[in-house]
T-cell receptor
Framework: GAGVSQTPSNKVTEKGKYVELRCDPI?????LYWYRQSLGQGPEFLIY????????DSGLPNDRFFAVRPEGSVSTLKIQRTERGDSAVYLC????????????FGPGTRLTVL | RKEVEQDPGPFNVPEGATVAFNCTYS??????FFWYRQDCRKEPKLLMS???SGNEDGRFTAQLNRASQYISLLIRDSKLSDSATYLC????????FGAGTRLTVKP
């Protein structure tokens, strides 16, 4: 079946702009995660959704970052007033049920802030 | 100290070699453990889960040592196609990843 999909695959924006990154999880997966990966590092946890609610947003670096999952499927990660330090690959993952389940990653969105 | 630590490598080995990676974690309450493989500019892909009793999948063997808080990955008979970065992941409420170990298998 279809895996996790993310759009766009690449996004170039200017400092100070607003961006939205989209994630479509594996069908039927209730848990969805956002990570950020910088060059030479492993993925860094940002936020976890169980259904429609953000069960854990402790990884969001500051209040410029926000994510929603209004219908419990597709999620959007929103970044306001982007900064050059936000440049990274933003990965989405989903799992069947809870946090201890295996997570399957999407291809990521490469965000470049100029 | 980072929650999950890996030797970044790179490990450069000839085809057919056996290579082993370790990954240490700091949270003794961690519940589940995984090895992921990540190719350049691609997403991490699950290689295998790591169970307390150890597990094997073809040329790959994963072990967990809870007392010493590390997991290991052994690759036997390395292939050129095994060249990648290997990420360990440790789950205790949140999934924490190591920075990865880079493996290059050479002819």
């Amino acid at each position: 079946g279809a895996g996790v999909s993310q759009t766009p695959s690449n996004k170039v924006t200017e400092k100070g702009k607003y961006v939205e990154l989209r994630c479509d999880p594996i069908s039927g997966h209730t848990a969805l995660y956002w990570y950020r990966q910088s060059l030479g590092q492993g993925p860094e946890f940002l936020i976890y959704f169980q259904g429609t609610g953000a069960a854990d947003d402790s990884g969001l670096p500051n209040d410029r970052f926000f994510a929603v999952r209004p219908e419990g499927s597709v999620s959007t990660l929103k970044i306001q007033r982007t900064e050059r330090g936000d440049s990274a690959v933003y990965l989405c993952a989903s799992s069947a049920a809870g946090k201890t389940d295996t997570q399957y990653f999407g291809p990521g969105t490469r965000l470049t802030v100029l | 100290r980072k929650e999950v630590e890996q030797d970044p490598g790179p490990f450069n080995v000839p085809e057919g070699a056996t290579v082993a990676f370790n990954c240490t974690y700091s949270n003794s309450a961690s519940q589940s453990f995984f090895w992921y493989r990540q190719d350049c500019r691609k997403e991490p892909k699950l290689l295998m889960s790591v169970y307390s009793s150890g597990n094997e999948d073809g040329r790959f063997t994963a072990q967990l040592n809870r007392a010493s808080q590390y997991i290991s990955l052994l690759i036997r008979d390395s292939k050129l196609s095994d060249s990648a970065t290997y990420l360990c992941a440790v789950n205790n409420n949140d999934m924490r990843f190591g920075a990865g170990t880079r493996l290059t298998v050479k002819p």
